[in-house]
């Protein structure tokens, strides 16, 4: 079975600063891990993906993520906050044995304070 | 031009009835899904259809049962509503296999469904 954790239910930073948000995985096989991104009274945007190859992943609005294996870990990460990053974020992923549907976490409300 | 759409996009009904939500994509994809999102945010898979395929979550009552007339429509029919089924219903599209776009889900808008 698959699962994702996302320990965090709500971060809170203030604008300009670096944001973190965390997220935990356990998948058979190697895994296939992505973040969502959801604007209030919005469907779930795409931000970015890992699969393979470099364990840093840049994806949309200035996000990225870090893929740790040892840790099974896939924090998604920006530099500079902005209140307009605010919203709920979802992390998701697959295994490539087993389901090809993707298992999504709780979500964490991010609010970026101006 | 929409990717995922869904149709209606609100619905407030009567407990007991009987109602669809349908759901469109124009991307090409292979496999489309639904997923209910409840009022704490959790989102939680209810189907999948892949290559007439279906993939039915266990836990789904069999009150709710989809239907795909081809690629590009997976229509959700939810008989004798009930309270709990009140929530937000989104539908989505993804293209399988190894491209790099492969696996991405495209989400649609959502449908919230009230039931009183």
């Known amino acids: 079975a698959q699962s994702v954790a996302q320990p965090e239910d709500q971060v809170n930073v203030a604008e300009g600063n670096p944001l973190t948000v965390k997220c935990t995985y356990s998948?058979?096989?190697?895994?296939?891990l992505f973040w969502y991104v959801q604007y209030p009274n919005r469907g779930l945007q795409f931000l970015l993906k890992y699969i393979t190859g470099d364990n840093l992943v840049k994806g949309s609005y200035g996000f990225e993520a870090e893929f740790n294996k040892s840790q099974t870990s896939f924090h998604l990460k920006k530099p500079s906050a902005l209140v307009s990053d605010s919203a709920l974020y979802f992390c998701?992923?697959?295994?490539?044995?087993?389901?090809?549907?993707?298992?999504f976490g709780r979500g964490t409300s991010l609010i970026v304070h101006p | 031009d929409t990717a995922v759409s869904q149709t209606p996009k609100y619905l407030v009904t009567q407990m007991g009835n009987d109602k669809s939500i349908k759901c469109e994509q124009n991307l090409g994809h292979d496999t489309m899904y639904w997923y209910k999102q409840d009022s704490k945010k959790f989102l939680k898979i209810m189907f999948s259809?892949?290559?007439?395929?279906?993939?039915i979550n266990e836990t789904v009552p069999n009150r709710f049962s989809p239907k795909s007339p081809d690629k590009a429509h997976l229509n959700l029919h939810i008989n004798s509503l009930e309270l709990g089924d009140s929530a937000v219903y989104f539908c989505?599209?993804?293209?399988?296999?190894?491209?790099?776009?492969?696996?991405?889900?495209?989400f649609g808008a959502g449908s919230r469904l009230t039931v009183l």
């Open positions: 998948v058979s096989g190697n895994p296939y």
């Open positions: 259809y892949n290559n007439k395929e279906l993939i």
């Open positions: 998701a992923v697959r295994g490539s044995r087993g389901s090809y549907i993707p298992t």
């Open positions: 989505a599209s993804s293209l399988l296999g190894e491209g790099s776009g492969a696996n991405v889900l495209t």
